[in-house]
Structures are given as C-alpha cells and as structure tokens.
C-alpha cells in the first residue's frame, strides 16, 4: 500500500530557536498579542509503501532518526494518512 | 616526500581551494584537493574538509555530506590513526556524522556573520594545537549563519574537549565576545583522541601575514609538524 507521511520537526525545548524568537516578535509587532511562544521547524512529507499503516510510521521515524532531525536538538513526530 | 593533506571536496564546498592554497603557503607542502567520490582512507596523513555550503546546506548544514560514503571512509581514515580537521561547514559536517558532539543552529542574530574573531586556547593536547599556548588568544575570522553551538552540555565532565572558545582580546570568555550564541562560546571542539579537529573560525584566511597575526597558518603548521613526527 502507499502511504504519505507528514514528518514534524520542532527545536526541543529549551534550545536556542532565534528564528522562532524572530517570528514572535513579528507577530507582536503586528499586533498579535496572544502569542506567548513560537517554534519554527520543518514538515517532511514523503509518499512510502508499507504493508500498513504502523509500519509506515515506523520507518517513518527510522528516517527522521537517521536524516531528517537531529536528534542532540531536535523532535520529531511522523503522522500517516492512508492514500 | 609523500603527501601529507588532502582537502575532500564537496558538491558546493568553497573554502576547498583557499585552504589548500593557504596550507601551501604556511607549510610549503601541498594539500592536493580531492573529490569527495575519489576520497579513501590512507591517501594522507592529514585530511580536511573546508568550509562552504556542502549540497547546498539541505536540510541542515552538513547533514547531507555526513551521510555520504566519504564519511565512511574518513571513519575508517581515523581508525588507522589519520588527523582530520573541518572548518566551518567541515564542523558541521562532523557533528553530524556525530565525529564530534553537539550540532549547530542559526546564529542567535539570524544574520550571516562575517567578522574576525577573538578566540582563547583551552588546551593543547592535540597534534593541530601543539604550537599554541593554553589561555593563549588568537584571532581569525568567521563567515557563517548556522554557527550556534548547541549541546546538552559544554563542560568538560561530559567529555567534551573545548579547543577554543569566543573571547575578548583579554581572553575573557563572556556574552558579549560570543558571536552567534554558541553555547559555552564553544568555537572549535576535539575528539578524545585530540586528532579530530573542528572549528568554525577559518585558519585558511589568516594564514598569510599579510592577512594580519597569520595564526591560522601556525594551525596547519602544528598539524604538519605531527605528521611528519608520526607520518
């Protein structure tokens, strides 16, 4: 079956995130007053085949641990939509 | 006399030549540029991976590179007791073939940083460093935008080995001689082995006096010097 992933890619907590610190205070500027926080990183989408869906998922995180973050000041999470 | 560095040249690496020209002028040996699918343990003594934007900084600096068969092969380079030293996008690439700890993030200010830099020496156990004094400060100059050291921690109970740090020219290690946020102002690491070698500043362009103090070109001498004692 084919199935696409969507892989999230977030700064941990506590690491330094200047282009989210950026947005932040872009966003005050514009008048966004409620935002208290923001984290900028990065969505992955990748079309896989796998015999099913957690399968998918699992290779999924194979790749985001071998590639697609890095793990010292990343997170990731990989969602699957069946096509 | 047998060659003693190549330079592993990379798809969008561009300091490759500067360094190769600047090692020559320091050392008066040759450090022969090499493609990076031609690279293989044994060639040198010493091997270097320059600065610049390796597959177009894609996905993270160095990340594509450091999955690359050439890191394989400088593995296998460093096993067999070869030096390895990475500059700039080099330290990047290291760090995510996970050679040296850490990783590396935007500069705090978002801007790309071209500036000389202030660095102290905090040891000198390494074949790169022999020529230096630890508390010594030295300058050279950075050019980078993913230049913020980052690491779980930066001392030295964690094993990490911290060759240089960001610094005024009194050798104060403070917040406002840290240039893009580094953590602990780390700007060059070692491995416990002292024969990896990564720093963000660039030796290659400081190593000609007229340049200025010329200490990048005592960098690429001490390495020599330790190839030829061993080599």
Redesign the interface.
Known sequence: MTFRLVVEILPKDGMLDPQGEAVAASLAGLGFDEVSAVRVGRLVSLTVEADSADHAVRRGEEMAGALLANPVMETYRVEVEVR | MSRQAVVIVFPGSNCDRDVADAFFVATGESADLVWHTEFSAGLAPLAILPGGFSYGDY??AG?IAA?SPAISALRQHHRMGGMVLGICNGFQIL??AGLL???F??????HFLSQDVCLRVEENDSPFLSDFQPGEVIDLPIAHAEG?Y???SVGPDRGLRVALRYSTKDGAVSPEANPN?ASGNVAGLLDETGRIFGLMPHPERNADPIFGSAHGGRLFRSALSAVSRHG
């Not at chain 2, 993030?105 to 978002?110: D, F, H, M, V």
């Open positions: 996905l993270r990340a999955r760090t995510e700890p850490g990783a993030s935007r500069n705090r200010c978002l913020a980052q690491a779980e946020g």
